[in-house]
């Protein structure tokens, strides 16, 4: 169906952007300068502001708030935006902030990702495709989240922390350093505990690439050299391994965080990234 819908109750401001098929729910308030997709659902009680544009395809439960000011002392009210991508499912009283007008200046979500009860997306972050956020998961400002990434059920990430694609925190995880990808950080202040195999298998690696993913985990994490300059030795080790290359060019990257690594009685057997 092509027709749009806006229930009686609801507020659509004048110079809000509508697609065919759109639905918006009892009392959602979208602004002026909202963008919406075509076939979005807004169920009820949804808020979407001026700021904000929503990809075609996602459904928004009811409470969730787009597009508000980011929680940052130093913005000044200066015109930033919240770029949601298609196909997203955004459930109840989830929050996303717009950029910072003091950063980068707008906050991205990609496509096809799901954002369960109460998650919160800070301003200025970036956000890739297929990505889960479980129940009262929370990023902090200027936090990049990989493909394919899945943050467990009450996981707090810390301002300007990586986590790379196809990792998994753990549930209420207090991740306060860059997670590399497939990475799977565990523990209340969490710590590398392994590698995400069962993301790996899913994502269609073959199991020899799982291998050298593993095996450059233990040569980068061995506590003989800092990790960036192990790097270097990893890929001397694996040169023709697009997994390890992809796995060095996160950790070569110049970022404002350490790395989450893993427990000092793990790393001297990789850790517990057990395989069967």
Do not use: W
């Amino acid at each position: 169906m092509n027709e749009t819908f806006i229930h009686p109750t609801a507020l659509v401001e004048k110079g809000a952007e509508l697609g065919l098929g759109v639905s918006v729910g009892p009392f959602c308030h979208v602004e002026a300068g909202a963008v919406i997709g075509d076939n979005v659902k807004l169920m009820s009680h949804v808020v979407v502001t001026d700021a904000t544009t929503l990809g075609a395809g996602s459904k928004v439960y009811p409470h969730a708030i787009l597009g508000c000011d980011p929680q940052n002392a130093k913005h000044k009210g200066g015109p930033t935006t919240l770029n949601v991508g298609r196909n997203c499912t955004i459930r109840e009283g989830v929050t996303m902030h717009r950029g910072s007008d003091s950063s980068r200046g707008y906050t991205s979500v990609g496509d096809n990702c799901s954002f369960l009860a109460y998650a919160h997306v800070a301003h200025d972050s970036d956000v890739g495709n297929h990505v889960t956020f479980s129940n009262n998961v929370m990023i902090g400002g200027h936090c990049v989240i990989g493909d394919y990434a899945i943050l467990g059920g009450g996981a707090g990430i810390h301002q300007f922390c990586r986590v790379g694609h196809h990792a998994f925190v753990g549930g209420l995880a207090a991740l306060v350093h860059d997670l590399i990808p497939y990475g799977m950080a565990i523990g209340v202040h969490a710590h590398l505990g392994g590698l995400n195999i069962v993301g790996m298998k899913r994502s269609g690696m073959t199991r020899p690439e799982i291998h050298n993913v593993r095996r450059a985990t233990r040569m980068l994490f061995d506590r003989t050299k800092p990790v960036r300059e192990r790097a270097d030795d990893v890929l001397q080790a694996m040169p023709d391994s697009p997994a390890v290359a992809d796995l060095i060019s996160f950790i070569t990257v110049d970022t404002k965080r350490a790395y989450c690594t893993p427990p000092i009685h793990a790393a001297s057997h990789g850790g517990s990234d057990d395989e069967n």
